[in-house]
T-cell receptor, first 113, second 117 residues
Framework: GAGVSQSPRYKVAKRGQDVALRCDPI?????LFWYQQALGQGPEFLTY????????KSGLPSDRFFAERPEGSVSTLKIQRTQQEDSAVYLC???????????FGPGTRLTVT | AQKVTQAQTEISVVEKEDVTLDCVYE???????LFWYKQPPSGELVFLIR??????QNEISGRYSWNFQKSTSSFNFTITASQVVDSAVYFC??????????????FGKGTKLSVKP
């Protein structure tokens, strides 16, 4: 079956612009995670959904970051008024249940100029 | 707090050598899960293994093997007879139940493995 897909793969934004990153999880996976990966670092947790419920958003770095998964499938990570420090790869992962292996998408590389 | 340490930043070997990637973790949870992921130059993280804290049996999958030792809080990964295609960054990760944050992965900084022909 299809894996996790993310779009766009690359995004260049000018400082101050809003961006929206999309994640399509594996069909039937109830858990969906967003991570941020800076260059040369491991991914860092941003937020987590169980179906449509956002159960943990403790990793979101500021109130400029917002995520949603309204129908329990596709998720969108929105960043308002982008800053240079937001430049990173944003990874989406899904799993069939908590603590099971997470399958990652290819990521969206965001560059803020 | 939960933490994963991968002390080896970069390792370079020649093809056919065996190589071990170290992973040490910290957690106060009694139930937790450990993972290894591979991130090749293409960038996509590839799941390799998941191990729960109650299963200390070592696992072998082809040229890959994992050694889990709770006494030393380590979960090391060995590649036998390495190949050029094994060149990638390898991440060790930890998850565990703690309040409402069950399931998110805590990653180490990764070990970059270069296998030269």
């Amino acid at each position: 079956g299809a894996g996790v897909s993310q779009s766009p793969r690359y995004k260049v934004a000018k400082r101050g612009q809003d961006v929206a990153l999309r994640c399509d999880p594996i069909s039937g996976h109830v858990s969906l995670f967003w991570y941020q990966q800076a260059l040369g670092q491991g991914p860092e947790f941003l937020t987590y959904f169980q179906n449509e419920a956002q159960l943990d958003k403790s990793g979101l770095p500021s109130d400029r970051f917002f995520a949603e998964r309204p129908e329990g499938s596709v998720s969108t990570l929105k960043i308002q008024r982008t800053q240079q420090e937001d430049s990173a790869v944003y990874l989406c992962a899904s799993s069939r249940a908590l603590d099971y292996e997470q399958y990652f998408g290819p990521g969206t590389r965001l560059t803020v100029t | 707090a939960q933490k994963v340490t991968q002390a080896q930043t970069e390792i370079s070997v020649v093809e056919k050598e065996d190589v071990t990637l170290d992973c040490v973790y910290e957690t106060r949870d009694t139930t937790y899960y450990l993972f290894w992921y591979k991130q090749p130059p293409s960038g996509e993280l590839v799941f390799l293994i998941r191990r729960n804290s109650f299963d200390e049996q070592n696992e072998i999958s082809g040229r890959y093997s994992w050694n889990f030792q709770k006494s030393t809080s380590s979960f090391n990964f060995t590649i036998t007879a390495s190949q050029v295609v094994d060149s990638a960054v390898y991440f060790c990760a930890l998850s565990g139940g703690h309040g409402g944050s069950q399931g998110n992965l805590i990653f180490g900084k990764g070990t970059k493995l270069s296998v030269k022909p």
